[in-house]
């Protein structure tokens, strides 16, 4: 079943906000909305914005009154350097505990959740296979808080698929993520001068590209894919070559022994190396991606050039870094750019779309406009340019006949007329 | 935790990555440089020089497709292994590179760790051969007497020890490759372990410390000193499994076992009888 009316848990995310913009190019979605506590962080052309957080009660209303029928969670925090321990509790476990309440209830309409996990879930230990596959559980127990919340939420996630049969549940489980675009421990690590590693250790490192974990999460929306699938861009890279790729030198200045210490030492002159990465830049991790190749994903970059494209961002971004004026949300613009009937242009105005979509009315003899009676002259005249020559005949036999507002025929005609002028000399 | 379901695909093999030409490494860490380096010198110079190595039957590794290499294991720092790769190489019809089954203990030591993968050796983990044999259709090694084949001393030499709970024929019969048993004749003696030092193997975290004519007195690198024995290989016949589903006739497993290490003890013996001297063949 593919979606059409899809809610997005964690708007203001970088993935929340990606992943609504894919959708929005969809028109086979038919709505959009997004939730969050904070006010999204990229520019948004039709998603709904809704500022709820986990509280399930008001999700619900929101679920319930939208018809949503498919979740997609892109929530979790996977990195703890983003924020406090208790607070990514609070986010990862008690918030997917609460948003899977949300769609779970007699009579909900919702059919399909994705969720946006991650290959922490599978930690990184001496005795790990040298590519994990979904089948695998984890073979330790968790060591940082992270990757006990993680656990959690994915147990709580497996066992909402347990007792709700009817909806398909997808969890994708991506591996370190690089781009432009994000801003995660390991891409500051990468950024530093030299890459800084563990004496005696050259970890094996998958990554997944930035585009292509938004690709994945719509893919997942699309298709009936229920089950774990492992989203990790092809090639296993030593972390040596990493930084070969990144055009920078390594610098094995962590020790063996102590290195949580060192860590800290290394966090309080600003390197910020959080407690899961400390493991993986001993023992690194690989996991099978074919599962979800299988399932008809393809990949747009592979880890190599993921590293590649990162290296690339890093030279250019002191270059381009004041250019951009960032996105902010104003309240009461998208709501004008939304709902106001004065807005002449653009997807994200049902009102216009409506106008601008050719309306069955043209051949049946009906008003070639919705509502167009109730329409004044001058909202008439506005929408006017924005019509098709066809369109415009049609409008001008329909007032003929019914109203026969003289200004409007003559608007209308003149119209018509530059229309064609424009059409018999195209350029100029 | 009530488990999600995994779509299972029996032939994911379609969807193996690519390989992409610029790298330099495989994606198991393996890397062309140092490998080849290794090979050009010390391994040539032992192969070629110092142990005068002598191949019987390297026809009857497979060419192409998977297979499971079946070798006794000795020495402190056993040669064995890197022999066989070498034989390999350098005697077969169709060369092609042998992955060696190591301990995990490896990829926790430092040093170790990022030396040894690069060599070809991959954590004796039983989805790593799986996926060697079954999925990429390679040559992969295993010592079924693990650690207790290394930790044996120079009295027991050529006496196999247990094979482990029959793991190595388990992988076979599942990914269907045949099994090539191997026997190694003159690495007992070119590295004769005397005794196990305990307290060394404490103070250092390694996982045995031999006593050997070069170690520990001549430092670490005595323990890849190591005397001019001939080394001899024989590689058997190969055992096939065609059938599937026998990997779960645990019965069958351990009877498949049993008869690997029979063979392999007969040819060692064999190999050890006709052998006239230790130092010349």
Redesign the interface.
Known sequence: MASRRILITGLSTYWGGRLAQALEADPSVEAIIGVDNEEPSVELERTEYVKVGTQHALLRRVVEAAEIDTVVDTRLVVDSATTSSRKAHENNVMGTMNVLAACAWEGSSVRKVVFKSSTHFYGSE??????F?????RPHPPRTPIERDI?EA??S???F??KSPEVD?T?LRFANVLGPGVDTSHIDLFSLPAVPM?????P?YQFVHENDVVHALEHATQRE????YNVAA?????LT?VAGLLGKHYAPILP?WGTAIAATVARRLGVNIPPEMLAQL??GR?V????Y???GFEYGY?S?EAVLALAEHMRLHPLLRSTAEPYRYEREVEEFLRWSPHVRTGARNPAVAARQAPGPGLSSGGPPVDHYDDLRPEEVISLISSLEPEALRALRDYENGHHARAALIGAIDSAIARSEASKAAPGA | MPGLPVRRSDDLRRYLPGVEPERRLTDWGRSERVEGLMDRTLIEFYYRYWFRAEVEGIENVPGAGGALLVSNHSGALPPDAAMIGKAIREEHAHPRPLNITVEHFFKGYPGFSMLIPKMGCVAAHPANVHRLLYDEGQLVLVFPEGRKGTEKLYKDRYRLRRFGRGGFVEAAMRARTPIVPVCVVGAEEAQPVFAQLKLLKKLTGLLYAPLTPTFPHLGPLGLVGYLPAKLKLRFLEPIHFAEEGMHEDKGLVQTTAHEVRARIQEGLFDMVAKRESVWFG
């Open positions: 001496q005795d790990d296979p040298a590519f596959s979904e089948i695998m559980g656990l994915e147990a996630v497996a066992e698929a347990d549940v969890i563990i004496l005696g250790f050259d094996r894919l229920p089950g774990v092809d090639g296993v890279l030593a070559e063996f001993r023992f690989g099978d991606n074919r599962r190749k299988a399932a592979t190599r």
